[in-house]
């Protein structure tokens, strides 16, 4: 077995991370205050091209910052994405709402139009509107945008758009982030750049970013002492991290050029092997990321092999890859909560795989992992 781990997704530093980490030393800002956060969030406004961005300690917090912005309460329903990470839909449980999961389409792999529109019909006429739809942009590939914004608008109900795997990806050459009524942004590690741990929520308003900065600092009233008049939270993202965010940004569009590689080097491993597809945008409106090179394998196609064969095989040799998201309505804490559609996420589960994807892997990496699907698919 080999001695260094393949990684599905690890972090990349692009070298002047440090430098703005020790700026925040000199100027002894090592606190959730400081000229790199404002920095950052200038730098993540430049590159989306419209939007005001604050800068969050995760992306879970801004989810949840989000689903407040847009007015959820307690006892409130939220639609969201099914094939998702849990992070997307826990927030819309700290609020004491009730999710409503919807299936993905086959194309995107994302929300499924007919059946969100279904579940919309179905909840006004129990006499209860959705207060919010929370679509995905799963493994940075941009979900049916025009198609579910039609449906949002036609029965005015706002989108929060998790784009935490999708930064830098875009649709019709608008960056995704700022499609929705208020978009979310992840820097964990595992995402295309991180800030070790991190988050931004992106508005369409300076008054929104204000008043997302105001909830995400304890909610201080204007007065010499503490006092408030709201609930607060401590959401604000750390100099020391924003300061790791400035580095990175320098090199996203570098990394997003070694994840496409990714996806092309799997495209021309996989090609003529018989059973095994590649998840890849519908068309030239759709531009991913490719955070993550994910494929579906059909066993009937392929003697038999399955994404779970593959799995142990690259697992054996020390290499990473991970069945696809557990869609949230199969999951144990949410699965008594209602959902629609049929199977089609369900069976992305099923057959599933994402494999290692980091900007960082070698050739000698890519060889080790031909090597070991060359051998599990041989003739
Ligand atoms: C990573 C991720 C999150 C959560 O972001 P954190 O920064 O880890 O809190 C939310 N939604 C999706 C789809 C993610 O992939």
């Avoid at 099914?82 to 993905?104: C, E, H, K, R, V």
Wanted: charged share 20%; aromatic share 10%.
């Amino acid at each position: 077995m080999r001695k260094n781990r393949i990684w599905l997704s690890s972090p990349h530093m692009g070298g002047s991370e440090q430098r703005y980490i020790q700026e925040a030393f000199d100027s002894n800002w090592i606190a959730p205050v400081g000229t790199n956060i404002a920095n950052f969030e200038q730098d993540l406004e430049t590159y989306l091209g419209s939007g005001h961005v604050a800068a969050l300690n995760s992306g879970t917090a801004a989810i949840h910052l989000g689903l407040i912005l847009l007015g959820v309460q307690a006892g409130d329903t939220v639609i969201c994405q099914s094939m998702t990470f849990a992070a997307s839909a826990n927030p819309i449980l700290y609020q004491g709402a009730t999710p409503i999961f919807i299936d993905s389409e086959p194309e995107t792999w994302n929300l499924c139009p007919i059946a969100l529109e279904e579940a919309i019909i179905t909840s006004i006429g129990n006499g209860k509107k959705p207060k919010a739809i929370l679509t995905v942009h799963l493994y940075g590939v941009p979900y049916k945008i025009d198609e579910v914004r039609i449906i949002a608008d036609k029965y005015s109900i706002p989108i929060l758009e998790d784009s935490a795997e999708a930064l830098g990806s875009s649709y019709k050459g608008q960056k995704c982030g700022t499609f929705g009524d208020v978009g979310v942004f992840s820097f964990n590690g595992s995402k295309i750049i991180t800030t070790s741990g991190g988050g931004a929520i992106v508005t369409n308003s300076k008054k929104l970013k204000d008043r997302a900065i105001f909830l995400a600092t304890q909610a201080k009233d204007n007065a010499p002492y503490y006092q408030h008049s709201e609930i607060g939270y401590n959401y604000r993202m750390s100099n020391i991290c924003a300061g790791i965010g400035r580095g990175q940004m320098e090199v996203l569009e570098n990394h997003i050029v070694l994840r496409r590689k990714m996806h092309a080097f799997y495209i021309a491993l996989f090609k003529d092997i018989e059973g095994v597809t590649i998840f890849t945008v519908l068309n030239s409106n759709y531009f991913s990321n490719y955070w993550l090179s994910t494929i579906l394998i059909n066993p009937l196609e392929t003697n038999g092999i399955t994404s779970e064969d593959l799995r142990l095989a690259f697992a054996e040799e020390n290499i990473e890859s991970r069945p696809l998201w557990k869609p949230m309505h199969l999951q144990p804490i949410f699965h008594n909560y209602p959902y629609y559609g049929a199977t089609i996420a369900e069976t992305l589960f099923n057959t599933g795989l994402c494999l290692p994807s980091s900007s960082n892997l070698t050739q000698e990496d890519c060889d080790a992992i031909k090597s070991v699907v060359l051998k599990l698919f041989k003739k």
